[in-house]
C-alpha cells in the first residue's frame, strides 16, 4: 500500500501528439479514485505510465514517495485489471491466479493458500480448476481481479474492468469492486468511461479531458460545484440542461424566460468579469410541475409553460422532455460531450429540455404544462472558455 | 433453473427428429457437390497411390519386362534389409530434425524482429522473404558454385579449398545450410501469424504480473501460439522429409548423401525398376503419414481452420 503522486507528468508521442498534459494528481493511501472522460481524453494513457506500460515524457511519478519513472512494470508492485481481463487461455484459473506468485518465486504453500483465500473472497474456489474458455464474463472479470489481489500489491489499476459486462451484471460488480477495495484498503485507480461508475465508486473522481484535468474532487461536490461546462454536462445522467441567455441588468434573458438573479448567484459573479451573452446550466431535479409548487416556493422560481414533447414515467419519477424555441446553447465543451455521446447528429431544433418531475405530476405527452424551476439553482458559465461563473470553490 | 432442464428435454426430442430430416437432404445435397471435387481427387491422387501399392508387389524391371511377377511383400523384405535404404533414411533424418530445429529457433527470431519492426516494415518483411522466392534448383546451383574450390568464395574462405561436397559430413552439412538459409523465411511467415494471435493485453498483464520479457516470451507468448508452431513445424517437417531438389544439385547422392527420395528416383526412373521404385515410394508414404499422425494425434496440432472455438 502507498499513496501515488503524479507531479506534472506528460505524455508526448514521437510524432509530436499530445495524449497527456501536466497531470497533477496526489492518490493517498488506501484511497479509490477514478479516472473518467470521453474516449480519447488521455485517461488510460495516464494509467497506463502509472503501470509502466507507458514511457513518462516528463514529470515525476511516485509510488510510496519513491521515484518509479525508470522502472519496469515488474519492480513498480502494481497489480492491473484489463477491460480484456488479459487472462492466460493456456492456464486454468488457479494457474492464472498463481502466475504472478510464482514468478515471484513464492513457496508452493504460500501461493496455495493465497489463491485458495483470494478464490474463497471472489467465489471461485468451485472454479479453480477450469480454463477461461469455459468461464462466464462475470467469472472471467472475478479471476482478473482475483489475480490482481493474490499478490497483495501497493495498488491496483483498473482499465475499464467491468466494460465488457452486460449491464446489469455490470452494476453487481460495481457494489462488489467497491466492497473489495474497502475490504482490503488498497490504493486503487480505476479509469472509465461511465459517469455512473466515477460518482458511485470513487472516493475522489478525475474528470480530464483532451489529456488535461478538468477537475478533481469527491463525487458529490464535482455534481454540484462543476468548475467548467464539460465537468458539468459530463457528470450527472441524466446530464445537465444547458440553454443560452443574455445578461441584463440583474436578470437573464432566456428561452425560459426572464431569470431574476438571486443574491447567492448575484454574489458569486460579484469581482468576476461577466460576458453579457451566458449559458445558463440546469439539473433536471431542480424543475417541478408548477401545481405542485406552493405559492411560498413559487415565488423563489421561474415558471413556464411548454408543450410536453415526452413523458416518460420511472416509477418514483416522471422525465418530461421539452424543446424550446431559441438558438441552442453553443461552445467547443458542449460539442465535444454531444460527440462522445453519440447525438451530435441527431437531428433537433431549438433548445431541447429534460426535466424531472415528482410522480404525482398530471403532466400529459402532447399537452402543454407549467413548469417551475428553482431560480436559485442556476450556473452559469462562460460560453467562450467554458468557466464556470457562479463556482463557489469548496 | 435446474429443474427446469429435464422437462424441456421430452419436448424437445420430436423437434430434433423434424431437424434430421431435413439435415439428410441436406447432407444428400452436401455429397452431391462434392462429387466432381472427389471424382478428381480419385483420378489424380488415389488412382496412382493405389497402382503404386499393385506396383509395389510386383517385381517388375523395365528392364526385363517378361520377368514381371507378383512377388507379395518380398520387395518390401528387399527395400527393408538393404543398407542402402537405411543409410538414405538416416540422411534424411538427421536433414530434416538438424535443419527443422534451427529453422524455428531463427524462423522465431526473425518473426519477433518483423513483428516488432515499426520503421519500413515493409522492406523487412520483403527482404526476409526473398531466399523462399528463388527457385530451390537456382539458389542450389549458387549454393554449388559456392562450394566448388578454386572459384567459389565459400570454398575458399571457409573451407581452406577443401572439396566440401565431395566428404559425407561436410556435404550433409552443407544441404542443410542450404535448407535452412531457403526456407526459414517460410517457417517466420508462418510463426509471424502465430505472433499476431497473441493478444497485446496478454503481454502487458504478464509484465505487470512481474514477469521478464523471457519469461514473457516462455511462458506466455509461445504457449499461447503452440497451435501456430506446430502447424509450422508439421509443415516443416513433411517437407523436409521429402528433400530432393537440394541434394540432386549439390551432391547428387554421392558419398552415401542420398535422401529416400533421391535413391527412390534412383531406382524408379534412372533404374527402370519400377517395383522396387514403387516399394520405396510407397514407405515414404507410410513415413509421412506416421510424422503427420505424431504432430496431430500426440501434439494435437490442429490442421488450418479447424481449430476448435473453445480454445482463444
Not at chain 1, 431542480?286 to 411548454?306: K, N, Q
Amino acid at each position: 500500500m502507498a499513496e501515488i503522486v503524479l507531479d506534472k507528468v506528460s505524455k508526448q508521442y514521437p510524432d509530436g501528439a499530445v495524449a497527456v498534459r501536466d497531470v497533477d494528481i496526489e492518490i493517498a493511501d488506501g484511497e479509490f479514485i477514478i479516472l473518467v472522460g470521453p474516449s480519447g481524453c488521455g485517461k488510460s494513457t495516464t494509467l497506463n505510465m502509472i503501470a509502466g506500460l507507458e514511457d513518462i515524457t516528463s514529470g515525476e511519478l511516485r509510488i510510496g514517495g519513491e521515484r518509479v519513472n525508470e522502472r519496469a512494470p515488474k519492480d513498480r508492485d502494481i497489480a492491473m485489471v484489463f477491460q480484456s481481463y488479459a487472462l492466460y487461455p493456456h492456464m486454468t484459473v488457479k494457474e492464472n491466479m498463481a502466475f504472478p506468485l510464482r514468478l515471484a518465486k513464492v513457496d508452493n504453500a504460500t501461493v496455495e493458500k493465497k489463491v485458495r483465500d483470494a478464490a474463497e473472497i471472489l467465489d471461485l474456489t468451485q472454479h479453480l480448476d477450469r480454463k477461461p474458455a469455459n468461464l462466464s464474463g462475470g467469472q472471467r472479470q472475478r479471476v482478473a481481479m482475483g489475480r490482481a489481489i493474490v499478490r497483495s500489491p501497493k495498488a491496483f489499476l483498473m482499465d475499464e474492468p467491468l466494460s465488457n459486462l452486460d449491464a446489469k451484471l455490470r452494476v453487481q460488480m460495481r457494489t462488489s469492486v467497491s466492497r473489495l477495495q474497502k475490504q482490503l484498503g488498497t490504493t486503487t485507480v480505476y479509469v472509465t468511461h461511465d459517469q455512473t461508475e466515477a460518482m458511485t465508486l470513487g472516493d475522489r473522481v478525475v474528470v480530464m479531458r483532451g489529456g488535461a484535468v478538468q477537475q478533481i474532487g469527491a463525487p458529490q461536490h464535482l455534481y454540484e460545484h462543476p468548475a467548467n461546462l464539460f465537468v458539468a454536462g459530463f457528470i450527472g445522467s441524466p446530464s445537465m440542461n444547458f440553454v443560452p441567455a443574455g445578461l441584463e441588468d440583474a436578470v437573464l434573458r432566456s428561452p425560459l424566460g426572464d431569470i431574476p438573479l438571486t443574491d447567492r448567484v448575484r454574489g458569486l459573479l460579484a469581482g468576476g468579469d461577466v460576458p453579457r451573452e451566458v449559458i445558463v446550466g440546469l439539473r433536471p431535479e431542480h424543475f417541478e410541475d408548477a401545481r405542485l409548487v406552493d405559492d411560498a416556493v413559487r415565488a423563489h422560481g421561474v415558471t413556464f409553460t411548454s408543450h410536453v414533447d415526452v413523458l416518460e414515467s420511472m416509477g418514483s419519477d416522471k422525465y418530461a422532455y421539452f424543446s424550446l424555441s431559441g438558438e441552442q446553447a453553443t461552445s467547443a465543451e458542449l460539442a465535444e460531450l454531444a460527440a462522445d455521446a453519440g447525438s451530435a447528429d441527431v437531428p433537433g431544433e431549438g433548445v431541447s429540455l429534460v426535466t424531472r418531475l415528482s410522480a404525482v405530476s398530471t403532466a400529459t405527452e402532447g399537452e402543454q404544462a407549467e413548469i417551475w424551476f428553482d431560480a436559485d439553482k442556476v450556473q452559469l458559465f462562460d460560453p467562450k472558455n467554458g468557466r464556470n461563473l457562479t463556482y463557489s470553490g469548496n | 433453473m435446474s429443474h427446469a432442464l429435464p422437462e424441456a428435454e421430452p419436448g424437445a426430442r420430436p423437434a430434433k427428429a423434424a431437424l434430421s430430416e431435413g439435415k439428410k437432404a441436406e447432407r444428400r445435397l452436401g455429397l452431391l457437390l462434392c462429387a466432381p471435387a472427389v471424382l478428381v481427387m480419385a483420378a489424380v491422387a488415389g488412382w496412382p497411390i493405389i497402382y503404386s501399392l499393385w506396383l509395389s508387389l510386383q517385381r517388375y524391371d523395365l528392364k526385363f519386362p517378361d520377368k514381371q511377377e507378383f512377388v507379395g511383400l518380398d520387395n518390401y523384405v528387399t527395400v527393408l534389409s538393404s543398407p542402402y535404404w537405411w543409410n538414405a533414411m538416416w540422411i534424411t533424418i538427421v536433414i530434416t530434425v538438424v535443419s527443422v530445429a534451427i529453422e524455428l529457433v531463427l524462423g522465431m527470431a526473425l518473426a519477433l524482429i518483423m513483428h516488432r519492426t515499426l520503421v519500413g516494415r515493409g522492406i523487412v518483411r520483403t527482404s526476409t522473404l526473398i531466399p523462399y522466392g528463388i527457385v530451390t534448383v537456382v539458389a542450389a546451383f549458387s549454393w554449388r558454385y559456392a562450394w566448388t574450390p578454386n572459384t567459389g568464395y565459400l570454398a575458399e574462405t571457409i573451407a581452406g579449398g577443401e572439396p566440401v561436397l565431395t566428404q559425407k559430413v561436410p556435404a550433409v552439412l552443407a544441404v542443410i545450410l542450404a535448407e535452412i538459409w531457403k526456407t526459414t523465411p517460410f517457417m517466420a511467415l508462418l510463426l509471424m501469424a502465430g505472433l499476431a494471435l497473441v493478444p497485446d493485453d496478454l503481454l502487458k498483464a504478464a509484465a505487470v504480473d512481474g514477469a521478464s520479457a523471457w519469461q514473457r516470451f516462455t511462458r506466455v507468448m509461445v504457449p499461447v501460439m503452440k497451435p501456430a508452431i506446430l502447424v509450422a513445424l508439421l509443415f516443416r517437417t513433411l517437407d523436409a522429409f521429402r528433400i530432393f531438389d537440394n541434394l540432386f544439385v549439390l551432391t547428387g547422392g554421392s558419398q552415401g548423401t542420398s535422401s529416400v527420395s533421391m535413391i527412390t528416383y534412383n531406382n524408379l526412373i534412372k533404374g527402370l525398376n519400377l517395383g522396387i521404385g514403387s516399394t520405396m515410394s510407397v514407405l515414404i508414404f507410410i513415413a509421412v503419414a506416421i510424422i503427420a499422425f505424431i504432430f496431430i494425434k500426440l501434439f494435437g496440432t490442429a490442421a488450418p481452420g479447424t481449430d476448435r472455438g473453445g480454445r482463444r
